[in-house]
């Protein structure tokens, strides 16, 4: 199983950015997929998830602001990221959930002052 993730970079504080995840491979049934991200000198946190039947779950610190969404039939997943502040910056991963946990290789996104 391999996961490609794309759409990180430099943005300014207040701008936008859009996440991508494609997962391929021997895929038979992704339970939840989801977005976590580690700053650095800090631990790896959930930012958003999504499960096969659409339920979302958000940190509180990006509600209101990020929204994930999935397109089953392309085991892809999304994070739309709006308002975006400097303690956003991190590398964020890709993660899906099989019964097993899959990880991308992770996209910095840095948001600047």
């Known amino acids: 199983v391999q996961l490609v993730e794309s759409g990180g970079g430099l943005v300014q504080a207040g701008g936008s950015l859009r996440l991508s995840c494609a997962a391929s491979?021997?895929?038979?049934?992704?339970?939840?997929m989801g977005w976590y991200r580690q700053a650095p000198g800090k631990q790896r946190e959930l930012v958003a998830s999504i499960t096969r039947g659409g339920n979302t779950n958000y940190a509180d610190s990006v509600k209101g602001r990020f929204t994930i969404s999935g397109d089953n039939a392309k085991n892809t997943v999304y994070l739309q990221m709006n308002s975006l502040k400097p303690e956003d910056t991190a590398v964020y991963y890709c993660n899906i959930k099989t019964g097993f946990d899959y990880w991308g290789q992770g996209t910095q996104v840095t948001v600047s002052s």
């Open positions: 491979g021997s895929i038979f049934s992704i339970n939840a």
